[in-house]
């Protein structure tokens, strides 16, 4: 069961040193031009100072659970659409490398305001239909999914042909944010989910209950 599964999840300790790397994040990149630019032209953006939103980033506690659902599952390839900063890729790059997998972080976001390289993090300044056409070229295996971005109509089968068992992470679901619009359309696509929500987060997992890693 889904309740389950984050009761395992606040077994699993997320490092002190998560902290730190997530404010040095957030602090380089509020200083970008890009940010500016891009939040004068949206306008309609809501901040929750309580979270430090008004970086438009996750907050750390949303971070420190991606990084426990790696640490769980030990997905090698991961699949991001809506990088942002890097912030959220990084929580899952390091919980790739503290656990020892040989993975990657594909992520993309077409704001390209990325600050946060890592040697897990493959990021591309593009549409998240352009990044699934090229993993499926490159014949890439996902087992993880987190958006923090919109899906794309056709962006839901595109990744069934990826990955027909996987598990989904997506953020932002109250109200008619994209968080559920996102979870709609994965509905449509696949038969068989367990679902449950927890702070600003969704996990999904498709054909198998959440608590089975």
Not at 112 to 133: G, M, Q, T
Request: proline share 3%; charged share 30%; net charge neutral.
């Amino acid at each position: 069961m889904a309740v389950n599964f984050f009761n395992k999840l606040n077994s699993i300790e997320a490092p002190p040193y998560l902290a730190e790397m997530y404010a040095g994040i957030i602090a380089e990149g509020k200083k970008s031009s890009g940010l500016a630019r891009l939040g004068e032209n949206r306008s309609d953006l809501k901040y929750d100072p309580e979270c430090l939103r008004e970086h438009g980033a996750i907050a750390c506690n949303e971070g420190e659970l991606l990084y426990k659902m790696v640490r769980y599952f030990r997905p090698k390839n991961i699949l991001e659409i809506g990088t942002w900063f890097g912030t959220s890729a990084n929580f899952m790059a390091h919980a790739l490398s503290d656990a020892e997998i040989d993975g990657t972080v594909y992520t993309c976001d077409k704001n390209n305001l990325f600050v946060a390289p890592h040697e897990l993090i493959e990021y591309h300044n593009c549409l998240s239909e352009d990044l699934l056409k090229d993993l499926r070229r490159r014949a890439v295996q996902i087992d993880m999914v987190f958006t923090d971005g919109r899906l794309y109509p056709k962006d839901a089968k595109r990744i069934k042909s990826l990955m027909p068992n996987v598990l989904f992470s997506t953020h932002d679901y109250t109200g008619k944010e994209k968080g559920w619009r996102n979870v709609r359309a994965l509905k449509k696509t696949y038969d068989n989910y367990d679902f449950y929500k927890d702070g600003g987060m969704m996990a999904f997992m498709i054909d198998r209950e959440l608590g089975d890693a």
